[in-house]
């Protein structure tokens, strides 16, 4: 382990890609700090954190609700970063896009507010999404970069079920943005763009983004249409949470960074799992032709490749990784009848 790096706090820490930080950040050195929302009458399993090396002396656990932006000062107070991953998450709309967008802009607002009166706070990095990117509704040569933006109306028109997500993390971002240029000489304000995660999990549920990209194997069908438009683009977690310490740690850092490191057509990938993970039955590449049978528009990493980042997983790394997480936590035999 490295030396004591300082103290950071990362918000949304039992999710998928804020728990793989911690673990990352506490390898690094660095003391964390982590939110997560309360849920009275339920506990929470955390002993997928608090048994992190490291995690006894170097990790405490605070209470914090988007809903309460006020709430996450505690954990902020005396913090020289703030990773802030936690986002509402509506995939079936149960509530109205504008509640999910108000909670999500409200609370990243709070954060940075937090991260303000702290006084301590350096640099605050949001985690927002490629669906603040891939909806802008315009014809873009090669691939998009940092200056594509998701168009709300776009957005809207589209009436997908995960478009609420897509429009609170557009919006969200920009205001993050904004207010980064609005107190720039006080706090740093920067944001990293993932596409599709993929790769093992700590957390105890299957994260949303490898039940997508596993949809193949888990013959989730619903999924495809959106698996057609987010295999173009994706990234291992472990690349992910070491994309999110370089942006702390990289004294240049401004704007925006798009985090992809591999795409593919769905159809593609439809070869590489049948190639691959023989054991599993795999819709053919002919039956995937009407969900996508062309490359969608992809992700530039330019920028971050740029500022000296490497990425050091490819596709067969996160697949493998992935599988063999979910063998290991019997997902597959409990979702579909194949082991």
Known sequence: MEGEKGRVCVTGGTGYIGSWLIMRLLERGYSVRTTMRSNPGHTKDI?????????????????????????????????IGVFHVATPVDFEDKEPEEVVTKRSIDG???????????????????TSSAAAVLYSGKDVDDEA???????ADFIKALKTHRASYALSKTLTEKAVLEFGEKHGL????????????????????????????????LGNEDA?????????????????ARAHIFLLEYPNAKGRYICSSDGMTIQQMSKFLAVNYPEFQIPTPD???????????????????????????????????TVQ???????????????
């Open 47 to 79: 002993g997928f954190l608090t048994a992190l090396p490291g995690a006894s002396e170097k990790l405490q656990i605070f209470n914090a609700d988007l809903s309460i932006p006020e709430s996450f000062a505690a954990a902020i107070e005396g913090c």
């Open 108 to 126: 990243a607002l709070g954060i940075l507010n937090a991260c303000l009166t702290s006084q301590t706070v350096k640099r605050v990095v949001y």
């Open 145 to 151: 970069d940092e200056s594509v933006w998701s168009d």
């Open 186 to 217: 006080e706090l740093d304000v920067v944001t990293i763009i993932p596409s599709l995660v993929i790769g093992p999990f700590i957390c105890p549920k299957l994260p949303s983004s490898v039940s997508v990209g596993l949809a193949m194997i």
């Open 224 to 240: 495809y249409s959106f698996l057609a438009l987010a295999a173009s683009s994706m990234v291992h977690v472990d690349d992910l």
């Open 287 to 321: 039956s995937m032709k009407k969900y996508g049978g062309f490359k969608t528009q992809g992700l530039s990493s330019k920028k971050f490749l740029d500022s000296g980042f490497k990425y050091k997983y490819g596709f067969k790394e996160m697949f493998d990784g």
């Open 325 to 339: 997480c979910c063998r290991e936590r019997v997902i597959f035999s409990s979702m579909v009848n194949e082991l």
